[in-house]
């Protein structure tokens, strides 16, 4: 059972409609949660939650999180996860629409997902690339209108990161990073 849901969790983040979304994007979510781990309380549950958060990955639809909380709860029941840790798996899922949570585990989660706004530049700009690639079938107007209110709504948070370890960690990179973001998105208009 587990070699049939690994191969279905590679399947679906290997997907040609991912360029960002993909395994790779997994990966560095686990590799940032691995160095936080004696922080985390339940950490098998929070990797759970890295592998399924973007499991439903689809920028034409604006319920993926829900789909990929219900994807997960199918398959950890098919392990026999406890209905506890699933639940929690669930919310930490969910938690990935809003970037909201008071959940100390979830807000590693969290901030390990959006790791990749404090990486170097050129890491960075390759992301960008890669974030159009998915939103490729949106016209340049409609996608720089919808980055930037996505930026707009980082930028005028308190903090990016809700811990303090990616806080010291990516905070000041990932706020320039988002302002020169913004900046080449305004030009190209």
Known sequence: MITELWTEIIAFYNQKNRSYHNFEHINNVISELLLTKEKIIDFDGIIFSAFYHDII??????????????????????????????????????ATKTHNSLNQDTNYLLDADLSIL????????????????????????????????????????????????????????????????????????
Do not use: W
């Not at 920028?59 to 209905?83: T, Y």
């Not at 050129?122 to 996505?150: A, H, L, P």
């Open 118 to 189: 404090g990486k170097d530049k050129e890491i960075y700009s390759e992301y960008m690339k890669n974030i159009r690639k998915e939103y490729s079938t949106f016209s340049d107007e409609q996608f720089n209108t919808g980055r930037k209110k996505v930026i707009q709504n980082f930028i005028n948070k308190t903090h990016i990161y809700k811990t303090h370890f990616f806080r010291k960690k990516y905070e000041k990179i990932a706020i320039i990073n988002l302002k020169n973001e913004y900046y080449e998105l305004n030009k190209s208009i």
């Open 57 to 94: 990955y689809n920028v034409n639809n604006n319920n993926n999180e829900e789909l990929s909380a219900i994807f997960a709860e199918k398959s950890l029941k098919k392990l026999n996860i406890k209905n506890s840790q699933i639940e929690q798996c669930k919310k930490q899922i969910l």
